[in-house]
């Protein structure tokens, strides 16, 4: 598809398992996004790095943890999760950082059902 | 502050028709818009973007946009609508270099036979 691959494609997890979700992209992009999708509510920016480093952190949770070893990885680390936290989550990449005419492009999500 | 309005949670069109998918934005300076589509069980893909210059932006799949400056507005459209279009469309504006994107909440097409 679009060069960005997410593992796992679902996951069913506890309230007090740990789990994380892996985003990879292949496009030799710079910035990597997480993103949430719930019902009935507009995409939400969870975490963004640009070059490696998180450059925005949209008052995510702690129980939310993202890591980027490298610029072509990103994994969100999930612990102690509420079932509210159920959603589709997106990894999303970008080539020049941040600048005005990037385009993100998404990978297919992790639908993530927390019981 | 930025945001997106898109008005119809669905739109439904007979294949063949016209297809128009609306959205308006707000946002202080010039805006940098964008479309996606959403197939069930899929991430976003990206069909087209507005930056600067002409007003109507051709995209993937025969899609179009018309940026009208005065409405605020970006909708989405596509001459002959086919069945395979039916699918959940998102806009999307950015203020400036290193402002995140905003999404609308997003319209379900649903084109029938």
């Known amino acids: 598809e679009t060069g960005v691959t997410q593992t796992p494609r679902h996951l069913v997890m506890g309230m007090t398992n740990k789990k994380s979700l892996k985003c990879e992209q292949h496009?030799?992009?710079?910035?990597m996004y997480w993103y949430k999708q719930s019902a009935k509510k507009p995409l939400e920016l969870m975490f963004v790095?640009?070059?490696?480093?998180?450059?925005e952190n949209n008052s995510v949770p702690s129980r939310f943890s993202p890591e980027c070893p490298n610029s072509s990885h990103l994994f969100l680390h999930l612990h102690t999760l509420q079932p509210e936290d159920s959603a589709l989550y997106l990894c999303?990449?970008?080539?020049?950082?941040?600048?005005?005419?990037?385009?993100?492009?998404f990978g297919p999500g992790t639908r993530l059902t927390v019981l | 502050a930025q945001s997106v309005a898109q008005p119809e949670d669905q739109v439904n069109v007979a294949e063949g028709n016209p297809l128009t998918v609306k959205c308006t934005y707000s946002?202080?300076?010039?805006?940098?818009l964008f479309w996606y589509v959403q197939y069930p069980n899929r991430g976003l893909q990206f069909l087209l973007k507005?930056?600067?210059?002409?007003?109507l932006v051709k995209g993937s799949y025969g899609f179009e946009a018309e940026f009208n400056k005065s409405q605020t507005s970006f909708h989405l459209k596509k001459p002959s609508a086919l069945v395979s279009d039916s699918a959940l469309y998102f806009c999307?504006?950015?203020?400036?270099?290193?402002?995140?994107?905003?999404f609308g909440g997003g319209t379900r097409v649903l084109v029938k036979p």
């Open positions: 999307a504006v950015r203020k400036a270099a290193g402002n995140k994107l905003t």
């Open positions: 496009l030799g992009h710079n910035a």
């Open positions: 999303a990449s970008s080539q020049g950082g941040l600048g005005v005419t990037d385009t993100q492009y």
């Open positions: 790095y640009s070059l490696e480093e998180r450059v």
């Open positions: 946002v202080s300076g010039n805006p940098y």
């Open positions: 507005y930056i600067t210059g002409d007003n």
